[in-house]
């Protein structure tokens, strides 16, 4: 069955990176974009960008332009979330989810599903 | 960017009462691009709606969701006690995607 796995808890200290990982099984990797979204303590789900694992194209929010990188390595079936300059209220459980639709569909639209079972990054000094 | 705004914040029921969550967008979501997800705690959102009215698979047929526009509603006809967790509507028609709060559905 489709799965997404991530990776483990990380505690980081303020102005370092952070990289998450997700690893993809049971579809192809390279047939469907895949997102990334974060749940700060007691916030609302906050969307953070999403890549093309096709073509290695991304997209952000506006909110993490410049702070975030996300990659791929298809060989590997795993996409990178990366955030640097991580700040105290960075920390939260960031979730990598998969588009519905096949990139080939160029379908804009797509709701979440599958998602990752969450990582919880700490920032903290 | 679309602001969604859920209510209520909470709702407070009894096992087999029918449950009404309202999802309100600041402008309108284009094509009923809007998703309803259910949290359990300590995991991972799970779809429940997609497209405004669409079951996903696997979703028993007490969740039903509907509206259009800027107004949408999820309701659980008779609410288990499985379901007493918290519900995320979203929409995905622009970018950026976004969430709304969330309802929390408690026991009474």
């Known amino acids: 069955q489709v799965q997404l796995v991530q990776s483990g808890a990380e505690v980081k200290k303020p102005g370092a990176s952070v990289r998450v990982s997700c690893k993809a099984s049971?579809?192809?990797?390279?047939?469907?974009?895949m997102h990334w979204v974060r749940q700060a303590p007691g916030q609302r789900l906050e969307w953070m960008g999403w890549i093309n694992t096709g073509n290695g194209d991304t997209e952000y929010s506006q909110k993490f332009q410049g702070r975030v990188t996300i990659t791929r390595d298809t060989s590997a079936r795993t996409a990178y979330m990366e955030l640097s300059s991580l700040k105290s209220e960075d920390t939260a459980v960031y979730y990598c989810a998969r588009d519905h639709f096949p990139i080939v569909l160029m379908v804009s639209a797509n709701w979440f599903d599958p998602w990752g079972q969450g990582t919880l990054v700490t920032v903290s000094a | 960017e679309i602001v969604l705004t859920q209510s209520p914040g909470t709702l407070s029921l009894s096992p087999g009462e029918r449950a009404t969550l309202s999802c309100r967008a600041s402008?309108?979501?284009?094509?009923?691009?809007l998703a309803w997800y259910q949290q359990k705690p300590g995991q991972a959102p799970r779809l429940l709606i997609y497209g405004a009215s669409s079951r996903a698979t696997g979703i028993p047929d007490r969740f039903s969701g509907s509206g259009s526009g800027t107004d949408f509603t999820l309701t659980i006809s008779r609410v288990e006690p499985e379901d007493f967790v918290v519900y995320y509507c979203?929409?995905?028609?622009?970018?950026?995607?976004?969430f709304g709060q969330g309802t929390k559905v408690e026991i009474k």
């Open positions: 979203q929409q995905y028609g622009s970018s950026p995607r976004t």
């Open positions: 049971g579809y192809t990797f390279s047939s469907y974009g």
């Open positions: 402008q309108s979501v284009s094509s009923g691009n």
